[in-house]
Every structure is written in C-alpha cells, then in structure tokens.
C-alpha cells in the first residue's frame, strides 16, 4: 500500500488543521496501520531499535504497528494535566493545536539507560512533545535512534526543532502548505531534509 497516496486522496482540512481522523487516528484502519507500521519499520530497521516510544493517544496506533514490525516493545507516555508523585521521567508541554499545558511522563521502569529507542507518532507539527520525547530518552541514558512520523507540517517548526538537537525525521507524508483548504503534499519521491 502507499501510504503517502492514501493520505495525499483521504486527508481534509478544517481551519489549519489538516485531519486525518477517518482512518488514522480517531477511526483506526488496521490495513493503513499496518502498511504505516511497515514503512516506519523499514527506514529504521538498520539502526535496531530496542523500543518504540510514543505519546498517549494519537500515537498509540502506528507506534504499535512500527512496534510490532520491529518486534520491540512499545512504550507510551501517558499525559496529565497536573504534577503527580509519580517516580517518572517528565517534562511540561504546551499545545499551540489545544491551548493547554499538559505533562508527559515515562515511569523509570519502563525506560532504562542504553536502549536505542525510536520515537513515533501520528502527526509532526510544532515538535514540542516530540522534543520532550526525545528530552526524556537522552534523560534516562537511552540514545535516540530517530523520530518517525505519518504525516508532518512542512509550514510548522517541528522538524527544525528536532534537527537542531541532531535527531533524525523522517516522514511518511509531507504536507508543505494548505491553498484554498486544501492540503499540498511534498513529492513523495523527494523527503523533506533533516535541516536545522
């Protein structure tokens, strides 16, 4: 399956949100989740990631497709509105999309020090929980492997703002602008750069 043209024929857009709620992250499609799992698992094979690490919701679905590809265990940080007691690795985010703070937390014994760990989600935009990912695996003595992404906002800061940290992105669709409340999507064949 290309996934890339499946998200190209079957994104919308509401606003300056482009959603793909009908297939990828509300309403899961288990063959799209699958062929996504495929893809991610296949640019990151070379690099043997230990574990696959997500934020809770959205990204649950195709960290656990990659996941089950790479057959490595999956690890989701769970999000609270508020400081807990909980022994975690933690770090505060702020969602422009939301308006709202929010905590992300990895508990100490699910994340331990020398893993070569793979972050993935459903969506690149402004990169600030991916950031925070990547901020609790380098905190817990792991190494990032690479940020792997469905879709990403060329437009947005999210890739710049991983780049600069010396991270790797890589994207399965690209959407560079929206124009007349559509979404125009990169050339598949030509990835976005891992600029800072």
């Given at each position: 399956?290309?996934?890339?043209?499946?998200?190209?024929?079957?994104?919308?857009?509401?606003?300056d949100?482009?959603?793909?709620?009908?297939?990828?992250?509300?309403?899961?499609?288990?063959?799209?989740?699958?062929?996504?799992?495929?893809?991610?698992?296949?640019?990151?094979?070379?690099?043997?990631?230990?574990?696959?690490l997500?934020?809770?919701?959205?990204?649950?679905?195709?960290?656990?497709?990659?996941?089950?590809?790479?057959?490595?265990?999956?690890?989701?940080?769970?999000?609270?509105?508020?400081?807990?007691?909980?022994?975690?690795?933690?770090?505060?985010v702020?969602?422009?999309?939301?308006?709202?703070?929010?905590?992300?937390?990895?508990?100490?014994?699910?994340?331990?020090?020398?893993?070569?760990?793979?972050?993935?989600?459903?969506?690149?935009?402004?990169?600030?929980t991916?950031?925070?990912?990547?901020q609790?695996?380098?905190?817990a003595?792991?190494?990032?492997?690479?940020?792997?992404?469905?879709?990403?906002?060329a437009?947005a800061?999210g890739?710049?703002?991983?780049?600069?940290?010396?991270?790797?992105?890589?994207?399965?669709?690209v959407?560079?602008?929206?124009?007349?409340?559509?979404p125009?999507?990169?050339s598949?064949?030509?990835?976005?750069?891992?600029?800072?």
């Amino acid at each position: 399956m290309d996934v890339a043209a499946v998200i190209e024929r079957r994104a919308r857009v509401e606003g300056d949100l482009v959603l793909v709620d009908e297939f990828l992250n509300h309403r899961v499609e288990p063959g799209f989740i699958a062929a996504v799992g495929s893809e991610l698992a296949e640019r990151f094979a070379p690099d043997s990631p230990d574990l696959v690490l997500t934020a809770e919701a959205s990204g649950i679905p195709p960290a656990l497709a990659c996941g089950l590809e790479l057959d490595v265990p999956v690890v989701y940080a769970k999000k609270y509105p508020r400081p807990g007691t909980r022994t975690a690795y933690v770090r505060e985010v702020r969602s422009p999309t939301k308006g709202v703070e929010y905590r992300v937390e990895v508990a100490h014994r699910v994340l331990g020090p020398g893993l070569g760990v793979l972050v993935v989600d459903d969506f690149l935009s402004g990169g600030r929980t991916a950031e925070a990912l990547g901020q609790i695996v380098e905190e817990a003595g792991s190494e990032v492997v690479g940020f792997g992404f469905v879709v990403e906002k060329a437009y947005a800061e999210g890739r710049r703002r991983l780049v600069a940290h010396g991270w790797r992105v890589e994207s399965l669709a690209v959407v560079e602008s929206i124009v007349d409340g559509r979404p125009v999507f990169a050339s598949s064949t030509t990835p976005a750069p891992n600029r800072p």
